[in-house]
């Protein structure tokens, strides 16, 4: 469906993409992650067809969308700015768009029928689009993103600014959207909903991919045997001695204090049962220690990791 | 796609109801305010109010003074009655502007019909600059109320130039003159026969609406078909700003057809716009519309795709809408100083006159003063319309080319 490979892109002596490669199927959702600067939008503009690549491939069923409307048309594009047009109503946006994207007259109809149960917004549709509220103005450009019947959607940040009901309901729809074998490809911030939506990853940091695959599998290999630890203090005086040699141990075992200094965080590597031996060490500092939690890393994790400058891919 | 474009633009128009009105009201409103100021200043209709002193207060000076008073183009007359300092109140009333102009029939021994220095003369006319057009038709009223009320002394002046530059009369024939002229005061003066020196010839057909408004008629439409193209090619700035502009390139049409989409609604807007102000000319005033229909269409059609490709190409070249509408605002203005829709061209220096063929009203306003006053047909018309209809092309045509590079 979408493959991209060895991708360079830049704007006059500034690098914005080395040797981008990516694939992404049917069916599948793509959580595009990184930093601000790091690439994202140049990335999505390639692949939407809005600019060429310097270098490398792009293509989408075989075929390149650069200035390629026969390709392009199969895009769906949602930008994360809300793109309507606020004195027509939501039908009127939905027909003269879909005309614009190459829907046929005879089948402008059918399109805006099929579109706005998807998005909920049947009972809106004699409603100017300005007059919606955010999250339904969130929900019709999504809704002008699908009318011409695209094979891979591309949303920019598609729940910024979005409260947990609108949020809820756009993670619906695109879940049903991958259902109907839809290839989604999303930029976000938010990693929890990257987590819990996308079943592909592909982080991008100063240009280059640092990870990209299956979400679970992007996790696990990057971290392999490293344990997710946090730990929470009780609060004491600040001078305790105990205190004092807990903080020691919890720095010696490659943990981190956060804030005040009775949070602790930090991945610690198991492959000799070292969390066993730290929580057993915990122990003899029972009365100090409130909760501990080990997990397996989390995105926020991975990304606190390959955000980090001079960090290794 | 590009009727999408087009049916996009005109319920946007539609909904907005102040453009609306910008659009297709305040155009006729402004044209009917150009056209009865500049109806009434070209078209002889223009009257004075006028104060008057007679000072001298003889029986000629009231003879004067009621024939100025009935002249059609005083209006209204305040009378300022003789005393010490009434020159000083006629002078404060032309400058406070209760008055156009004033008349003082002074009492300084000088007869009405001396032949002398300025400063002598028996009538002051007292005129504020900023209104000096009534000066000239009070100035006209004095003489033609002097002709009609004293016609001796107009024969005294006559015989006067003849017996000093001319012949000199002997003693008897001035006082043979002199009895003649006096029995003449006494009684009821005669007509004199008419002086048929010269006849005033319109070059408009009689019962024709006045040049002044078909040429303001032409004028205004120019102007706000500039602006409001300008205003309608703004939506290409506005659709880049918040993204609709990338999300709708990807149509198979392209940029290409949302330029083009947008051209045709402004065309379309442009000559609905411009007949709706030849609509109200023909209606109101009676410019002959109806009798020039296809050289004006054809005209109009001109003038509004040669604004849209203008202001198109203008708006794709700026990076934003504040740039846009401000620059675009100047040079609308410039242009239609330069071009004659605010001062009419004939009374620009020669210079101004030859800039503004390198603007688009001028070559609309030649094409409409072609059609309506000199009469001419669409193959009279070639040079404005050719300048028209190249710039539309052009302006379409590089629009088109930069936004397609704005997008890359």
Known sequence: MLSLADVHYRYGAHVALQGVSLELAEGQIMALLGPNGAGKSTLVSLITGSRRPLSGQISLNGQRPWRNHAVRRHIGWVPQTITLYPRLTVEENLRNISRILGVRRRDVSGRVDEVLPLVGLEDKRRKLAGALSGGQQRLLNVALGLVHHPTLLVLDEPTAGVDSAARRQLKRILRNLQARGLAILLTTHELEDADELADQLAILVGGRIRAAGPTGRVIAGFFQDKREVNITLAARAAGDSRLAACQHMLRSSGLAAVGSGHQWTGLIDNRQRQVDHLVHALLAFDALIREVRVRDPSLDALMNVVSRPGAAA | ?408
């Open chain 2, 1 to 408: 796609m590009r009727a999408a474009y087009f049916r996009v633009m005109a319920l946007d128009l539609w909904r907005d109801k102040g453009a609306l009105a910008m659009a297709f009201l305040l155009p006729g409103v402004v044209f009917v305010i150009f056209a009865l100021i500049f109806s009434a200043a070209a078209g002889g209709d223009l009257s004075v109010r006028l104060a008057l002193l007679d000072q001298r207060q003889t029986v000629e000076s009231g003879k004067l003074a009621a024939a100025l008073t009935a002249r059609p183009e005083i209006a209204a007359v305040t009378t300022v009655d003789a005393s010490a300092g009434s020159a000083e109140e006629l002078l404060n009333l032309v400058r406070s502007g209760q008055v156009d102009a004033a008349v003082r029939l002074r009492d300084n021994q000088t007869a009405f019909s001396a032949l002398g220095a300025a400063d002598e003369a028996p009538v002051e006319i007292v005129f504020d600059p900023l209104r000096s057009i009534a000066a000239t038709i009070v100035a006209g009223a004095v003489q033609t109320a002097w002709m009609e009320a004293l016609p001796g002394a107009r024969i005294r002046m006559v015989a006067a130039v003849i017996d000093q530059a001319l012949v000199p009369f002997t003693d008897g024939q001035r006082t043979a003159l002199e009895l003649g002229l006096q029995r003449w005061d006494s009684t009821p003066p005669s007509p004199l026969p008419p002086a048929a020196l010269f006849q005033l010839r319109s070059t408009s057909e009689p019962g024709a609406a006045p040049a002044s408004v078909s040429y303001y008629a032409g004028a205004v439409a120019m102007l706000f078909l500039l602006l409001a193209s300008l205003n309608g090619a703004l939506t290409v700035l506005d659709e880049k700003q918040c993204g609709l502009f990338d999300r709708l390139s990807m149509g198979p049409g392209g940029v290409g057809a949302m330029i083009e989409g947008k051209f045709s609604f402004l065309v379309l807007q442009g000559f609905v716009q411009v007949a709706v102000i030849y609509t109200v000319a023909w209606a109101v005033f009676g410019v002959d519309l109806p009798g020039h229909w296809a050289p004006w269409a054809a005209v109009t059609l001109a003038a509004a795709s040669c604004s849209a490709g203008l202001a198109l190409l203008f708006v794709s070249a700026c990076g934003t809408r504040q740039q846009a509408q401000t620059l675009g605002h100047i040079a609308v203005l410039l242009l239609s100083a330069i071009g004659g829709s605010m001062v009419p061209r004939f009374l620009m220096p020669n210079e101004l006159q030859g800039a503004g063929w390198f603007t688009p009203n001028t070559w609309a306003l030649e094409a409409y003063e072609g059609i309506f006053r000199r009469g001419e047909n669409l193959l009279d018309l070639g040079k404005p319309l050719a300048l028209m209809a190249g710039t539309a092309a052009l302006g379409l045509l590089g629009a088109r080319v930069l936004i397609r590079r704005a997008g890359r």
